[in-house]
């Protein structure tokens, strides 16, 4: 695999739960939506160079090296700039802290500039744009801000710089640390350098507290903790949701026309989450992503839909921006997704699955008891009227249905949820409902099974592979000791598997022909399936190859394209540090070290 032509996404990303910006190598910030992650992008250079506007600090001269990290368990960028004249660091980050017993997270975007060494030269250009890069701010000069204007809008730039420096394009000579405050709506009125000092630390110190309060196994401690800090980012605080990237339109792979928005929470994927979660001892977002599922699924009285707006929105128009250029000038750019509107029906048994830590789990029933029967016996009622629907599957295919396993897998899984939750209460009515629908969707997924090859296809009457089948294994319909278990898996391995240990989801064609790109998160529920089935060593060595499929901050993609190892698709996306998380986690227990103590002494 040639290291040098590997198309990497060369940004990291800051965020506070309101809000996710992503920064490039060189400190421009490429990608921001404000005031949340739906709405349109402020800065959007990643989709158009010329139309997404910029916010960045550069060196007057030709820089001779620069790097990026994150300070130590913490969401806070750091990105250092080298140049003859001298270097130095943008310190980027989004507060986030314990204020008046509740979370402080404004729509303010912190840029600290310090000198290293000599005298670097800087010039700052800020230039938000609007209604995906329709629309323009008129600028106003005032005494240590500029001010940015647009119909409702106000966006305000404070900053200890002189503010002539904004609109005489002068250099500046960093000879002391300079502060960039950016707010949307509202005014930043406190003294600049103390406040962003004070927001710093504080928003350090939060972080710090947040990684050690989590659980986090012996085994790739470090890469779990990013991915954790990752995830954390992607939840809109406010309701809970949890989105599957930031960001939309960014490639499968060039030219494949597979470019979708990710601003959204998918329903279906709500059972990896909160395992990911629920490993990370996280239990404050997981209640708040399993209520946001549970108001979804009282609240809408039709189908579930594969995936809701962050505020819980039902209706995701998916329309195209032709005036953009696209990212590498791949097109359409779309805003919304029309997947919203499949039939998915796996979605009822991801919605049970969500509901049984808040109705099971005695750290949180006592909340609910009241709503347990009534909850379980709505979306079991819906499972029983769709369960002999065909569907569009997890991979949303827009042209054509099946009854697909993997649907029929989660009802299965759902009903054994609802099991639980029966036997849990004495609901003697709900065990009955349950154990009817368990056994129905146990004979679709047997109707899969291909007994001349031994594995089971992607959906009845098919004979197409899916990688979403080791979730057989992994869910314990097989038991992972089980030949059956081993036969499958070792199909699945010899027509999907790629180079490196990447996995494709699937190989036949699809509405936009045949995939040329692996998608990553199959490659850990694969590194699952082999620890599970007792392929130890396989899912270590595997595991370690994927880890080279990160950027340079540990960042991952939606899709690896296998030869080349180049990231593509949304970015970072959730689901594949989600992943990671259960991955490693899956090998931690097979090696009985899910802590640090079960390895002190090796």
Not at 235 to 257: F, K, M, R, W
Request: hydrophobic share 35%; glycine share 6%; charged share 25%.
């Amino acid at each position: 695999m040639n290291q040098k032509t590997r198309h990497k996404y060369n940004s990291g990303i800051i965020g506070n739960c309101a809000y996710i910006a992503h920064i490039e190598h060189d400190t421009n910030i490429n990608w921001l939506c404000w005031p949340s992650f739906q709405d349109s992008f402020v800065f959007g250079s990643l989709l158009d160079k010329k139309l997404g506007g910029t916010f960045r600090i550069s060196p007057t001269e030709e820089p001779t090296n620069s790097k990026q990290f994150y300070l130590e368990n913490t969401n806070i960028l750091c990105t250092e700039i080298e140049t003859k004249d001298g270097a130095y660091r943008v310190t980027d980050f989004a507060p986030r802290f314990e204020q008046y017993e509740r979370y402080y997270k404004p729509l303010t975007l912190i840029r600290k500039v310090e000198p290293m060494r000599g005298n670097p030269k800087i010039r700052v250009i800020c230039a938000p744009t609007y209604e995906y890069g329709g629309k323009s701010f008129h600028r106003y000069r005032g005494s240590n801000h500029v001010q940015f204007e647009m119909e409702h809008i106000k966006i305000r730039l404070a900053t200890n710089m002189p503010v002539s420096h904004f609109f005489d394009d002068n250099t500046h000579v960093l000879s002391q640390p300079v502060y960039l405050i950016l707010t949307y709506g509202s005014p930043f009125e406190a003294p600049i350098a103390r406040t962003a000092e004070d927001f710093l630390l504080r928003t350090k110190e939060y972080w710090h507290k947040w990684v050690k309060h989590a659980s986090i196994p012996a085994f790739y401690q470090k890469e779990v903790i990013r991915s954790a800090l990752t995830l954390k980012m992607h939840q809109y605080e406010d309701t809970g949701a949890i989105i599957a990237a930031s960001t939309t339109s960014l490639p499968e792979y060039p030219g494949s026309g597979r470019n979708w928005d990710y601003r959204f929470c998918w329903l279906r994927d709500s059972y990896y989450v909160l395992t990911a979660l629920s490993h990370l001892g996280q239990f404050e977002e997981m209640e708040k992503y399993a209520s946001y599922i549970a108001n979804i699924s009282q609240n809408d009285t039709g189908r579930l839909q594969p995936l809701y707006g962050i505020m819980g929105q039902s209706e995701l128009e998916e329309y195209t921006i032709p005036y953009l250029d696209g990212y590498l000038g791949n097109k359409p750019i779309r805003v919304g997704n029309q997947a919203s509107e499949h039939i998915q029906n796996d979605v009822y048994g991801q919605a049970l699955i969500a509901l049984l830590p808040l109705f099971s789990d005695h750290r949180f029933r006592h909340q609910n008891l009241h709503t347990a029967k009534s909850w379980t016996h709505l979306i079991l009622q819906k499972m029983a009227q769709t369960i002999d629907e065909k569907d569009a599957g997890i991979w949303e295919f827009r042209n054509f249905q099946n009854r697909h396993c993997y649907s029929n897998l989660f009802q299965w899984a759902g009903a054994t949820a609802a099991l639980k939750i029966a036997k849990q209460y004495g609901f003697k009515d709900i065990e009955q409902q349950a154990n009817t629908i368990r056994e129905q969707a146990e004979k679709h997924i047997e109707s899969c099974y291909d007994t001349e090859k031994e594995v089971y296809t992607n959906a009845s009457e098919s004979q197409s592979l899916d990688a979403s089948t080791l979730q057989l294994i992994m869910m314990n319909y097989l038991d992972p000791s089980s030949e059956k278990a081993k036969k499958h898996l070792q199909q699945l391995e010899k027509e999907l598997k790629g180079k490196h240990g990447l996995f494709y989801r699937y190989l036949h064609k699809d509405d936009f022909g045949k995939p040329k790109s692996t998608f990553l998160v199959c490659a850990f529920w694969y590194v699952e399936a082999l620890a599970c089935v007792g392929r130890l060593d396989e899912a270590q060595e595997v595991f370690k190859q994927l880890l080279s499929f990160a950027n340079h901050l540990m960042l991952f993609s939606e899709d690896v394209h296998e030869d080349d190892g180049s990231q593509w698709g949304n970015f970072p996306q959730a689901y594949s540090h989600v992943g990671l998380i259960n991955a490693a986690y899956r090998i931690a227990v097979k090696l009985d070290k899910p802590t640090f103590f079960d390895s002190l002494y090796e």
